[in-house]
């Protein structure tokens, strides 16, 4: 797509300016807990038609539709089970997406051509605050072009989107970094997990039934796929990744045996200390950190021409199995075993 724009970016205090954008059937780059989203009225076609091609998105992948407060729900969605608004008590606003039957006020457009849509109410004050003005509900996916990390700062999202996109509103950095999880509904007591996220499946499970969907777990048969998002490839820097399954001495032989200019290893602070080859840090080591960085190091890396990005799988447990699974999706579903 050619340049149309001079993209702008926008100080947080730009909220009137973004909601006019999305009120007048544009889009704009917005920051969220999780990750930048592109924002447009989800209810107007024309509108979400903009996110698609500035994305370069498959048509079959639906948008998720951000609210600013839970009464919006039933304007979107309909048939709504206890259940989604137990869940929703307790985990909106924040880093949960519901998937519910929805209503005809959204075109086929922002669902993908499914019947359901995709509802999350974001804890970011900021996104809230410009749906509230816009008075629309807000179809939003991650600001980036589609195939490439998620955007967790507004340079990831200009670097992505310029000259696609009118505006972007700088919040600052993502505090998740990673993005929000998606559910179905089996039943109306039972839960799919269909994209890990920040919300774990031990917190889910801990208040119904859940499964985790196995398109989260190894490489999904297209034609299969529960939520069409998980049969692309995505997440994936420029670089490539190599995921490797043992102990950090393990790991550091295999390194210094492959390594060479521009391979990078991804390890945490306490480990550069005695890493003698090129590395990346990130951070403490627990699942959150590596959440929080995961997409800004897959960028920075690509910035400074690394070739290859080497780093150990983490365990499938907690915030862990969304990790893991962006690992696991960028590294093109393989795991070298040590
Ligand atoms: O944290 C997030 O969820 C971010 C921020 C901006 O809110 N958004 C985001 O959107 O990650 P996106 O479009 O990049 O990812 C949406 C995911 C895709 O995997 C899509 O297939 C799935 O949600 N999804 C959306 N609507 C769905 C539906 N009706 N049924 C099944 N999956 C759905
Ligand atoms: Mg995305």
């Keep these: ?14 909220i009137e300016t ?42 079959d992948n639906p948008l998720i539709i951000h609210i600013s407060h839970i009464e919006m729900l039933a304007t979107v969605a309909r048939d709504i089970p206890s259940l989604a608004f137990t869940l929703a008590e307790k985990f909106w606003g924040g880093p949960l997406t519901l998937v519910l039957k ?13 019947g359901t849509v995709g ?9 809230r ?20 990390p998620s955007p967790t700062s507004a340079k990831h999202v200009l670097r992505d989107l310029d000259g696609k996109i009118p505006a972007i509103v700088d919040g600052g950095e993502c505090g998740i970094g990673i993005e929000s999880t998606v559910v179905s509904f089996d039943t109306p007591e039972k839960l799919r997990i269909l994209r890990p996220g920040f919300v774990t499946f031990e917190e889910l499970d801990a208040i119904c039934e859940t499964v985790i969907d196995e398109s989260v777990l190894c490489k999904t048969d297209i034609s299969q796929a529960a939520s069409p998002g998980m049969k692309y490839t995505h997440y994936s820097p420029a670089a490539s990744v190599v995921l490797v399954d043992g102990s950090f001495e393990e790991f550091t032989r295999f390194f210094g045996e492959n390594s060479g200019a521009d391979k990078y290893a991804l390890i945490t602070d306490d480990q550069t200390a005695d890493f003698p080859y090129p590395h990346y840090a990130m951070g403490d080591g627990s699942d959150k950190d590596w959440a929080q960085r995961l997409f800004k190091a897959f960028r920075e ?14 365990a499938k447990n907690g915030v862990g199995l969304a990790v893991w699974n962006r690992m696991f999706k960028a590294a093109g579903f393989e795991v070298i075993k040590l």
């Design 119 to 127: 509802v999350r109410m974001p804890s970011c004050g900021l996104f």
């Design 1 to 14: 797509m050619k340049n149309e724009f001079s993209t702008k970016i926008l100080s947080d205090s730009a």
């Design 301 to 314: 890396l690509d910035e400074i021409g690394a070739v290859a990005i080497y780093m150990r799988i983490p």
């Design 18 to 59: 973004a909601a006019s954008l999305i009120k007048n059937g544009d889009v704009v780059g917005l920051p969220s807990e999780t990750v930048y989203g592109l924002g447009a009225d989800a209810t107007n076609a024309k509108a979400v038609a903009k996110i698609f091609a500035a994305k370069g998105r498959p048509a």
């Design 102 to 114: 929805k209503r005809s006020i959204i075109p086929d457009i922002t669902s993908g051509g499914l």
């Design 129 to 148: 605050q410009v749906i509230d003005l816009a008075g629309v509900p807000v179809a939003a996916p991650s600001a980036n072009v589609s195939g490439s």
